[in-house]
């Protein structure tokens, strides 16, 4: 076999590798949209029983964001969005059972779904690993660890929803664990003279 032939035959196993690992990702990329679109979803089912409820909740959904509001004493919110890309799971919490966080290989890849809140600063407070075969985990802020299928029956979704909501009521009117406590630094006479209030802060729970 001449030099261009071998070339070529190296070239085009190049090609496959990349097309392979390219569709893994795009596969989890997939997922972890679809995945979103049942959470928000599942979230604004739950704002509307919230509002039945009586509680004052509202949810707006625009450019691949859904905001989630509830307003209970003061007011608390929560932003999910899907994010571009793939990559491998190293966090074991957020693992694949059947993946080794040694192992960087494409078919290992998840996508994921990440959850803001102003409460926890402005870091992801929530995370969702979601894999391409519609396995997911999460862990943090509104649910310390849970894990599911994609296509887990709605009722599922909709009760694990419910936990969001619920937490973020809790956030609002500090209760579930949440409280506000007396910050530190400055406060004069004259701030208080002026009406500004005491600095505090939200105490989140461990």
Known sequence: MGFEESALVRLRRYRDEADR????IRQAEDAARGFSGRLFTGLEYAAELGRQAGLRVETTHAGGVLDLRAVAGSEAGVSFAPIRGAAAETDEDLMHEDLSR????PSGYSGRVLGWSGAAGAEPCQTFAVYRD????????FVAKARGKTDDPDEVLNGFCLRILGRLVDLAATTGGVGRCWAGGAYTLSDH???KAFPTETRLPR
């Open 21 to 24: 690992s390219l569709e893994l």
């Open 102 to 105: 040694y192992s960087l290989d």
């Open 134 to 141: 519609g396995l997911w985990k999460t862990k943090g802020l």
């Open 193 to 195: 003279l002026e009406g």
